[in-house]
Nanobody, 123 residues
Protein backbone atom coordinates (compact mmCIF):
# COMPACT_ATOMS: atom_id res chain seq x y z
CA UNK A 1 0.00 0.00 0.00
CA UNK A 2 0.94 3.63 -0.39
CA UNK A 3 -0.23 6.69 1.52
CA UNK A 4 -0.55 10.02 -0.28
CA UNK A 5 -0.52 13.53 1.14
CA UNK A 6 -1.14 16.62 -1.00
CA UNK A 7 0.15 20.08 -0.19
CA UNK A 8 0.71 23.43 -1.86
CA UNK A 9 -2.85 24.54 -2.36
CA UNK A 10 -4.03 28.03 -1.52
CA UNK A 11 -5.43 31.23 -2.86
CA UNK A 12 -4.05 32.97 -5.95
CA UNK A 13 -5.18 35.65 -8.36
CA UNK A 14 -6.00 34.80 -11.94
CA UNK A 15 -2.85 34.54 -14.02
CA UNK A 16 -0.80 33.39 -11.07
CA UNK A 17 0.93 30.11 -10.35
CA UNK A 18 0.94 27.39 -7.72
CA UNK A 19 2.86 24.16 -7.34
CA UNK A 20 1.15 21.22 -5.73
CA UNK A 21 3.03 18.32 -4.20
CA UNK A 22 1.93 14.76 -3.60
CA UNK A 23 4.16 13.02 -1.08
CA UNK A 24 4.00 9.24 -0.83
CA UNK A 25 4.95 6.81 1.87
CA UNK A 26 4.72 3.07 2.17
CA UNK A 27 5.51 0.78 -0.71
CA UNK A 28 8.13 1.67 -3.33
CA UNK A 29 6.91 4.87 -4.90
CA UNK A 30 8.46 4.17 -8.30
CA UNK A 31 6.07 1.21 -8.69
CA UNK A 32 3.12 3.59 -9.07
CA UNK A 33 1.63 5.69 -11.79
CA UNK A 34 0.27 8.87 -10.23
CA UNK A 35 -2.45 11.23 -11.34
CA UNK A 36 -4.01 14.51 -10.31
CA UNK A 37 -7.76 14.97 -10.35
CA UNK A 38 -9.86 17.91 -9.25
CA UNK A 39 -13.40 18.42 -8.10
CA UNK A 40 -15.30 21.67 -7.90
CA UNK A 41 -18.50 22.01 -5.84
CA UNK A 42 -21.43 20.40 -7.58
CA UNK A 43 -19.27 18.97 -10.35
CA UNK A 44 -17.85 15.54 -11.14
CA UNK A 45 -14.25 14.67 -10.46
CA UNK A 46 -12.13 15.73 -13.44
CA UNK A 47 -8.87 14.28 -14.72
CA UNK A 48 -6.03 16.82 -14.70
CA UNK A 49 -2.78 14.98 -15.44
CA UNK A 50 -0.97 11.72 -14.88
CA UNK A 51 2.59 10.47 -14.94
CA UNK A 52 3.92 6.99 -15.47
CA UNK A 53 6.38 5.23 -13.19
CA UNK A 54 9.36 6.36 -15.27
CA UNK A 55 7.92 9.76 -16.10
CA UNK A 56 7.91 9.23 -19.85
CA UNK A 57 4.12 9.16 -20.22
CA UNK A 58 2.30 12.32 -19.12
CA UNK A 59 -1.25 12.72 -20.40
CA UNK A 60 -3.14 15.93 -19.60
CA UNK A 61 -6.75 16.94 -19.51
CA UNK A 62 -7.77 19.26 -22.33
CA UNK A 63 -8.60 22.12 -20.00
CA UNK A 64 -5.06 22.31 -18.56
CA UNK A 65 -2.85 21.47 -21.55
CA UNK A 66 -0.12 24.04 -22.03
CA UNK A 67 -0.66 25.53 -18.55
CA UNK A 68 0.00 22.67 -16.12
CA UNK A 69 3.04 20.40 -15.91
CA UNK A 70 3.28 17.16 -13.98
CA UNK A 71 6.62 15.76 -12.86
CA UNK A 72 7.99 13.34 -10.33
CA UNK A 73 11.07 12.81 -8.22
CA UNK A 74 11.21 9.15 -7.26
CA UNK A 75 14.15 9.76 -4.93
CA UNK A 76 11.92 12.10 -2.92
CA UNK A 77 8.77 10.00 -3.31
CA UNK A 78 6.97 13.05 -4.62
CA UNK A 79 4.90 14.06 -7.63
CA UNK A 80 4.44 17.72 -8.50
CA UNK A 81 1.84 19.68 -10.41
CA UNK A 82 3.08 23.05 -11.61
CA UNK A 83 0.07 25.20 -12.41
CA UNK A 84 0.61 28.38 -14.42
CA UNK A 85 -1.77 30.94 -15.91
CA UNK A 86 -4.41 29.95 -13.42
CA UNK A 87 -8.04 30.80 -14.12
CA UNK A 88 -11.05 31.06 -11.82
CA UNK A 89 -12.41 27.86 -13.39
CA UNK A 90 -9.37 26.02 -12.00
CA UNK A 91 -10.81 26.50 -8.50
CA UNK A 92 -11.36 23.06 -6.99
CA UNK A 93 -10.08 20.53 -4.50
CA UNK A 94 -7.11 18.79 -6.09
CA UNK A 95 -6.45 15.14 -5.34
CA UNK A 96 -3.54 12.90 -6.18
CA UNK A 97 -4.09 9.23 -6.81
CA UNK A 98 -1.89 6.21 -7.48
CA UNK A 99 -2.11 2.81 -9.12
CA UNK A 100 0.29 0.00 -9.92
CA UNK A 101 -0.15 -0.24 -13.68
CA UNK A 102 -0.27 2.14 -16.62
CA UNK A 103 -1.55 5.68 -16.41
CA UNK A 104 -5.22 6.19 -17.07
CA UNK A 105 -7.59 9.15 -17.07
CA UNK A 106 -10.29 7.19 -15.25
CA UNK A 107 -10.56 7.97 -11.55
CA UNK A 108 -12.20 4.66 -10.74
CA UNK A 109 -9.05 2.80 -11.77
CA UNK A 110 -6.85 4.43 -9.15
CA UNK A 111 -6.52 2.51 -5.92
CA UNK A 112 -5.03 5.05 -3.52
CA UNK A 113 -6.06 8.64 -2.90
CA UNK A 114 -4.91 11.57 -0.85
CA UNK A 115 -7.18 13.82 1.20
CA UNK A 116 -7.06 16.71 -1.26
CA UNK A 117 -5.84 20.29 -1.20
CA UNK A 118 -7.95 23.34 -1.99
CA UNK A 119 -6.98 25.67 -4.81
CA UNK A 120 -8.89 28.95 -5.13
CA UNK A 121 -8.32 31.31 -8.05
CA UNK A 122 -9.89 34.74 -7.83
CA UNK A 123 -10.66 36.97 -10.78
Amino acid sequence: QVQLVESGGGWVQAGGSLRLSCAASGRTFSDYAVAWFRQAPGKEREFVAAISQSGDDTPYGDSVKGRFTISRDNAKNTVYLQMNSLKPKDTAVYYCAARVLLTTTMAIRYDYWGQGTQVTVSS
